[in-house]
């Protein structure tokens, strides 16, 4: 399911850097941002996709990376097109960009007359926009980012306490890591407690 519902049970994002890969945190707060339909910030999710893509392009498939990065970047867009033209311009560069290529050039021209054309404008925010850029639109997007994020997860996977001590090498300073968390223990402790609620722990052997 594409749609994941946020849980009550939170933890503080202190405690949750203990736990959580940087990465896998980064995903979540960009999916957060999606649940959440933040249009405003879809700038940073498609400009992520865009990175990645670049990095790895073996990851998501050309066309449906093409599909979310001009996706994210074309609701943004739409959305600053209603209270802020001039933020608009910078936007509409980004889409017309080698990151998309041809596909996004009917958007650009579609942005470059709504913002010449008081009219047309008018017109294509009164009945156009509810229905081309609606409920489907953003569902769309959605499980694109989902299945992104998805796909992410599984390229880079948490690993186990072996793999990660061979990974480490003899770097000692990540000591001082260790020694911050437990001098200043609240956020450890916060996390262990939440673990310990969720039932987490099994009874010790004999």
């Known amino acids: ?121 008018d017109h294509f925010f009164q009945h156009i926009f509810p229905v081309e850029f609606g409920p489907d639109y953003d569902s769309a997007i959605q499980t694109l980012m989902w299945d992104f994020l998805s796909r992410l997860g599984h390229f880079l996977p948490v690993p186990d306490l072996l793999q990660t001590v061979d990974w480490l090498g003899s770097e000692s300073s990540v000591l001082k890591d260790c020694e911050e968390s437990i001098s200043n223990p609240d956020n450890l402790k916060s996390l262990l407690h939440h673990h310990k609620f969720l039932g987490h722990l099994d009874a010790p052997g004999r």
Request: net charge negative; hydrophobic share 45%.
């Open 1 to 121: 399911d594409s749609v994941r519902h946020v849980s009550d049970q939170s933890l503080p994002l202190s405690s949750l850097r203990l736990l959580v890969p940087p990465l896998r945190l980064m995903s979540a707060l960009l999916w957060r941002v999606m649940q959440q339909r933040n249009v405003m910030q879809y700038g940073i999710l498609a400009d992520f996709v865009s990175l990645v893509s670049e990095a790895v392009p073996e990851l998501f498939s050309h066309t449906h990376g093409v599909e979310l990065i001009l996706g994210l970047r074309a609701k943004e867009c739409m959305e600053k097109c209603t209270c802020n033209l001039r933020s608009v311009c910078h936007l509409v560069m980004q889409v017309d960009s080698a990151e998309v290529g041809e596909a996004g050039l009917p958007f650009v021209e579609l942005v470059q007359t709504l913002i010449k054309n008081t009219d047309e404008r």
